[in-house]
């Protein structure tokens, strides 16, 4: 009898508290797009095409980590175009609603409890007193005795999760689904009309008090005279509010704008969604190209032996309405310290 073919993937941690925070922070859509690689999975979830958000598992979060991905197919054997592919993947689609709950079962406890508390108002962190610049200290990560199994064993089996925990075992099996393999919201690296660096507390501060007015956009502005960056809500219930950023090492870490100024209109409750981001990562890289899409990177800053950083990105399509000051070409910079972020 012939055995049994390896598995596509197998996975096993003791934790499963990052993994769930990280997929948590991009929760605005029922299915998540996943692809898993030699070095990783990468999930994205996208809202009609006008709002991204991506994070990956790194295989370093992992205890063990392996792969058997079939090679794909050659297209016409010539060994340069070989070099030039993308390494093999894997791609489906899950259910991000169950995910997270068969996530949860297993070392996050309270996270229930405090998700309730955030949907009751996903703002109430207005300071740094539940600001969880520790969300992922070992002691947070919440280390058992237990394991977590992550498998795919074939192209349309279901995606395994078997946790255990002293006695106990549990199995779930999640269908995959076909991918529809969504684009990635163009954004333009080479074409950048801003560039700010800085705490991401203070992006959800800010954000927090705005938010009582509820309002319909927020006019984002990055200029080269003071305030340099502003939030600006606009159509809410109560009335239009404002934030100035002052510039200076202690908020603004990087800062530069290629032009006069760099301004957009974006959707509140889209900004509002990366909450959960700003609340767990450390700083935030905020950057608007010439066509006016934002994207904002997050640095989670992972605690405990062999700590790193984990990364969350987000993209954001603009209103129409609104154009860019065209005046002035050249750039300036303020800040000698940033975050690196990936093109």
Not at 108 to 126: G, N
Not at 318 to 335: H, I, S, V
Request: net charge negative.
């Amino acid at each position: 009898m012939d055995a049994p073919d390896p598995p596509i993937f197998r996975a096993v941690t003791s934790s499963t508290r990052l993994l769930y925070q990280l997929l948590k922070a991009i929760n605005f859509t029922n299915k998540v797009h996943v692809e898993i690689t030699e070095k990783g999975i990468r999930f994205s979830t996208d809202h009609a095409r006008v709002m991204q958000g991506v994070t990956h598992w790194d295989k370093s979060l992992f205890t063990s980590y392996t792969t058997n991905i079939p090679a794909p197919e050659e297209s016409n054997g010539n060994p340069d175009d070989e070099d030039d592919a993308p390494p093999p993947s894997v791609i489906f689609q899950l259910s991000l609603p169950a995910l997270l709950e068969t996530l949860q079962i297993f070392g996050a406890a309270d996270a229930a409890a405090r998700q309730a508390r955030s949907d009751i108002d996903p703002y109430r962190s207005t300071n740094l007193r539940n600001y969880r610049s520790d969300a992922f200290s070992n002691q947070t990560l919440g280390m058992s005795n237990g394991t977590c199994s992550l498998s795919y064993n074939a192209e349309g089996d279901p995606f395994s999760i078997i946790l255990e925990e002293g006695s106990v075992k549990t199995t779930c099996n999640l269908t995959t689904y076909v991918p529809e393999i969504p684009e990635d919201i163009p954004f333009d690296i080479e074409d950048l009309g801003f560039k700010i660096i800085t705490q991401a507390k203070w992006l959800l501060d800010a954000l927090a008090e705005l938010a009582p007015a509820s309002p319909e956009k927020l006019i984002i502005t990055a200029s080269k005279a003071a305030p340099y960056l502003k939030l600006t809500s606009v159509g809410g219930a109560l009335g239009s509010g404002g934030i100035d950023f002052a510039q200076g090492k202690d908020l603004l870490e990087t800062f530069s704008v290629r032009k006069k100024k760099w301004s957009q209109a974006f959707k509140f409750d889209m900004l509002k969604a990366a909450n959960e981001a700003m609340r767990i990562a450390t700083k935030v890289s905020l950057r608007g190209d010439g066509q006016g899409v934002l994207s904002m990177q997050f640095l989670v800053e992972v605690g405990g032996e062999g700590g790193g950083v984990c990364f969350l990105d987000f993209r954001f399509v603009p209103y129409a309405d609104r154009e860019e000051d065209d005046d002035d070409e050249t750039e300036c910079e303020e800040g000698e310290h940033g975050m690196e972020v990936d093109g």
